[in-house]
């Protein structure tokens, strides 16, 4: 059995660095802040020019930690970010986005949506594969339980959160003979930007509440607690699992 103390010795960050690419706002901004308080130095990401253009209202809380502009949808930023910061030991990809109103049947919609939830992990992981191997670091993908079932109005969603959770299992395992552990976490409902149509209704959020066996929605803790697991020696032979992280969501 491991002590108290070496379970907290197995969550220390402490001399390693951190990136969450989408860790300007909800689920990728709580990741960040639990690396910080564990002592990681944690740069984290957004669409915007500047950290003051976000707000705390919206889920972001940018103190502490230090800010990137990062447009995915330039498939080549990846690449200069991993250039201007060199090696990261965890790279955390939480970069996603949604079309609502039935525009991801519409083909700008759908590759929109393909281009961040999917093939920007790709350009990401690529980017930062040598700086990782170097560091025999680990890659985290935020999916989701969207990956594992049908979303009526939003096709390109699902497939390209399928789509991500499918590539964890290949380079899980072309990259672990570099040494870098690849997993994921795939979320229920969590309250953020990208939610508010459904969370900010009463109605809706009821609805959607009652259907979690666990009756509550998740937190960006939540799904912080599974990303410090992932990325720490307490799950040193896990590779190219996503782990569900729903309140039992999905049992169903
Ligand atoms: N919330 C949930 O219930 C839930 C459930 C399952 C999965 N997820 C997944 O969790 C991840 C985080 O989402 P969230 O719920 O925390 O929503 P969020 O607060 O809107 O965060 C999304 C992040 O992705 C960034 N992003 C969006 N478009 C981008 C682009 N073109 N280039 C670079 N970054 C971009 C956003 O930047 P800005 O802040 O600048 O917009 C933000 O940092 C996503 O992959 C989402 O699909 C969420």
Redesign the pocket.
Known sequence: MRSEKALADLLDFTGKTALI?????????GIAHAFTERGALVHV????ASASE?TPQ???DLSGLTYHH????DRKSADALAADLGGVDTLVL?????RYGRAEFAQEGWDDVV???LN?VMDCARAFHDGLRERQGTIIV?????AFKSTLGTPA?AAS?AGAASLVKTLGEAWARDQIRVNGI??????????AVTTDNDERREASIKSIPMRR??T?EDMAGVALFLASPLSAYVTGQTVIADGGLTLS
């Open positions: 690419i989408g860790g300007s706002s909800g689920i990728g901004n990401t957004g669409t915007r976000y919206e889920g972001s990062l447009d995915v949808m939480s970069q996603g986005t949604v281009q961040v939830n920007s935020v999916s989701s339980v969207a969603y959160k795939a979320p229920g409902l969590v309250p953020t930007k990208l939610t929605m998740g960006p």
